[in-house]
């Protein structure tokens, strides 16, 4: 018996009508919302992703300005250009796309991301924040994936997920929105001893660490729930999960596609996100 396909193109449509409506509604009151994503990388995974975003900014009528540094642009140069956006009253939402140049770090670097453009949640202000239960923006693929999970219906209270990834960026957050759902929540990490024996004890398993093809059906109780947060580019131009869907088909209830389940959300997430700072600012 296949898998059921818990598809996030429907949801996502949702949210980005939704973001449109309100961009509309922005623009008419003299505050069109728009969004700047700051580039210093030449990964192939990451350009897809901006792609996404700005085509998908376009369509819904939000302005998407990508500023690409390049590859050689120093702590310091993203620092200022981040600053200049923030200080930028034309720009609400500012994202910074990883990976970045060798001796950037992402968590030194998005504190320079003012926390009400922080659409992406890097900033630790915001991860701070959501994790004391306060209001901020969450990184928008972390919240992709519970808001995935209750479009399908997919209970979370009382249910045990492992989120397999600790990242800032997905792993942390997840766990965190996770917990504020009541599920019982295990993070796992490339220390965890027998990632198998965690993972399959789990209703729900979160897949979130960037390898391919990583959690199998040895890795996944019989009907357990998996979201596969993994884009690992391909030889041939395509994209799959951390999720070996061929393995873990036949023996999980339910699970994410590649493309075309947590990525199309995350996208109208960040759309979401960027209206609602637009409004923010209005009302300021």
């Known amino acids: 018996m296949s898998a059921t396909v818990l598809s996030g193109r429907e949801l996502a449509a949702a949210i980005r009508a939704g973001a449109a409506a309100q961009a509309a509604e922005l623009a008419e009151a003299g505050t069109p919302p728009k969004l700047a994503v700051v580039v210093a990388t030449a990964d192939e995974s990451s350009a897809w992703y901006v792609r996404s975003i700005a085509g998908a900014a ?3 009528g939000i302005a998407c300005d990508i500023v690409d ?8 140069d993203i620092r200022h250009r981040l600053a200049a956006l923030s200080a930028d009253e034309s720009v609400h939402g500012v994202i910074l796309q990883t990976p970045l140049p060798d001796g950037a770090k992402l968590e030194d670097l998005a504190s320079a991301i003012a926390f009400e453009k922080d659409v992406d949640g890097a900033n630790p202000l915001s991860l701070g924040r959501l994790a004391s239960g306060l209001p901020a923006f969450a990184p928008a693929t972390a919240e992709a994936v519970v808001a995935i999970l209750d479009h399908h219906g997919v209970e979370l209270t009382g249910r045990h997920v492992a989120v397999v990834g600790r990242s800032t960026v997905v792993g942390k ?13 295990t993070v796992c990490h490339s220390r965890t001893g027998d990632l198998a024996a965690v993972t399959s004890a789990a209703d729900v398993v979160v897949a979130a660490v960037g ?4 959690i199998t059906a040895e890795h996944v109780r019989a009907g357990a729930v998996v979201v596969d947060v ?13 999720v070996d869907a061929a393995s873990v088909t036949g023996k999980a209830g339910a699970l994410t596609p590649v493309p075309g389940g947590v990525g199309p959300v995350t996208t109208a997430l960040l759309l979401r996100h960027t209206v609602e700072a637009a409004s923010a600012a209005l009302d300021r």
């Open 173 to 185: 957050p997840a766990a965190h929105l996770l917990l504020n759902r009541n599920a019982t929540v």
């Open 69 to 76: 540094l390049g590859t050689g642009a120093s702590p310091d």
């Open 230 to 242: 993994g884009t690992n580019p391909t030889e041939d131009g395509g994209l799959v999960g951390d």
């Open 211 to 214: 390898r391919a093809g990583l």
């Open 58 to 60: 376009e369509k819904a």
